[in-house]
């Protein structure tokens, strides 16, 4: 996975062109990045191939559980995703999204809290909210 380069010993290197080649080194290492939103952060397979993947969704629950797409697809399956409600600042009712199963391309999520504004603490039986995820998997 590594080249040669020819090195020029006499030529003096400047921190920008060290810093303009990094990409191009990461890269032929085998790290992915993108900063979307969403986003990932792929680690090559000899450092164990693990994908730190992060966003934002818009989930449309009905029934009780909506789902949500991860970037890219986990080869392997996912380790973790923690989720947060992303709309704390819009005025919404209080809501909390819980992940209730997952692929390796698709998280589903459930929501308890007052979010329907009944008055009453529980599954949100549907509407759409905003989840805030963070996902680690391989």
Excluded: C, E, H
């Excluded at 810093?19 to 979307?36: E, K, N, Q």
């Amino acid at each position: 996975w590594m080249r040669r380069v020819a090195v020029d010993l006499n030529q003096k290197t400047t921190l920008a062109a060290v810093a303009a080649a990094m990409p191009s080194i990461a890269s032929a290492a085998g790290f992915a990045v993108s900063f979307g939103p969403p986003g990932y952060i792929k680690f090559p397979s000899w450092l164990g191939g693990l994908i730190i993947q992060f966003g934002s969704s818009v989930v449309a629950v009905s029934g009780g559980a909506a789902p949500f797409s991860y970037p890219l697809t986990y080869p392997t399956g996912v380790i973790a995703t923690v989720l947060a409600n992303g709309d704390w600042n819009t005025g919404n009712l209080p809501y909390w999204p819980i992940a209730n199963g997952s692929t390796a391309s698709v998280q589903q999520v459930v929501i308890y809290g007052n979010a329907s504004g009944g008055g009453s603490f529980g599954l949100q039986p549907g509407g759409n909210f905003r989840v805030n995820w963070i996902s680690i998997g391989r």
